[in-house]
């Protein structure tokens, strides 16, 4: 999936395309988290759709619930879906990450014509 450091570095354009396809997997991500928590408060706490929405994405960004939570079931859920969501925005950031630290690692590495010079 990725270049080793002996290779050369990938081009711009390819490097993009790599870059699209872990902003698409930590969108997927992110919306499957964000539909757990909808079915979640529809389940445990018989909310609205509107208001399911709005509290799983609420807690999912980081803030609290909008609506008071009435029963136990769904204090527990919000309690769990909410740690949920902590995690899921670091691995988040970290996917996202992958292909910019990858390639300014691979640039260290690479060799250039001194280098060569020097070894020989």
Same mark, same amino acid.
């Given at each position: 999936?990725?270049?080793?450091?002996?290779?050369?570095?990938?081009?711009?354009?390819?490097?993009?395309?790599?870059?699209?396809?872990?902003?698409?997997?930590?969108?997927?991500?992110?919306?499957? /988290?964000?539909?757990?928590?909808?079915?979640? !408060? #529809?389940?445990?706490?018989?909310?609205?759709?509107?208001?399911?929405?709005?509290?799983?994405?609420?807690?999912?960004?980081?803030?609290?619930?909008?609506?008071?939570?009435?029963?136990?079931?769904?204090?527990?859920?919000? /309690?769990? !879906?909410?740690?949920?969501?902590?995690?899921?925005?670091?691995? /988040?950031?970290?996917?996202?990450?992958?292909?910019?630290?990858? #390639?300014?690692?691979?640039?260290?590495?690479?060799?250039?014509? /001194?280098?060569?010079?020097?070894?020989?």
């Amino acid at each position: 999936m990725f270049e080793h450091h002996t290779e050369p570095l990938m081009p711009k354009a390819a490097f993009l395309r790599r870059t699209a396809r872990f902003v698409a997997v930590a969108l997927l991500f992110v919306m499957v /988290s964000w539909l757990i928590g909808i079915l979640g !408060y #529809r389940l445990f706490e018989q909310m609205a759709w509107i208001d399911a929405i709005l509290n799983a994405a609420m807690i999912l960004g980081g803030m609290g619930p909008v609506t008071p939570l009435r029963t136990d079931g769904g204090k527990l859920f919000a /309690s769990f !879906y909410a740690l949920f969501s902590g995690i899921v925005f670091l691995v /988040s950031v970290g996917v996202l990450l992958i292909p910019i630290l990858h #390639r300014l690692l691979h640039q260290f590495h690479l060799e250039t014509d /001194s280098d060569a010079d020097t070894d020989g």
